[in-house]
Nanobody, 123 residues
């Protein structure tokens, strides 16, 4: 079982940055692929970024070059650094964990989910 707690959302202006954090207390963190998904109002939840246990990463095209996913296994924490935010980045951001260590963009491959943190970007 992996418990996930997201932090760092907020209200910012276009062009600003935020760092989202997801804490996963417990020793299983380092054995999971970690990912961020987001869900905008009226839209389906979509993949944003993932990082495998070995550090390989994957990003959705719309955030490449602006967002960076990283992990600190010593702190059981995964981060999403979001730069040059746009109004279309407004969404609830969810952290997810895959204990089977895939680098998947499909939410059905992730067994554990956090409650989400709201990111709102004003124009």
């Amino acid at each position: 079982q992996v418990q996930l707690l997201e932090f760092g959302g907020g209200l910012v202006q276009a062009g600003d940055s935020l760092r989202l954090s997801c804490a996963a207390p417990g020793s299983a963190f380092s054995r999971n692929t970690m990912a961020w998904f987001r869900q905008a109002p009226g839209k389906e939840r979509e993949f944003v970024a993932a990082i495998a246990t070995g550090g390989s990463t994957s990003y959705v095209t719309s955030v490449k070059g602006r967002f960076t996913i990283s992990r600190d296994n010593a702190k059981n924490t995964v981060y999403l650094q979001t730069n040059r935010l746009k109004p279309e980045d407004t969404a609830v951001y969810y952290c997810a964990a895959d204990p089977y260590r895939r680098l998947s963009t499909n939410q059905i491959d992730y067994n554990y989910w956090g409650q989400g943190t709201q990111v709102t970007v004003s124009s």
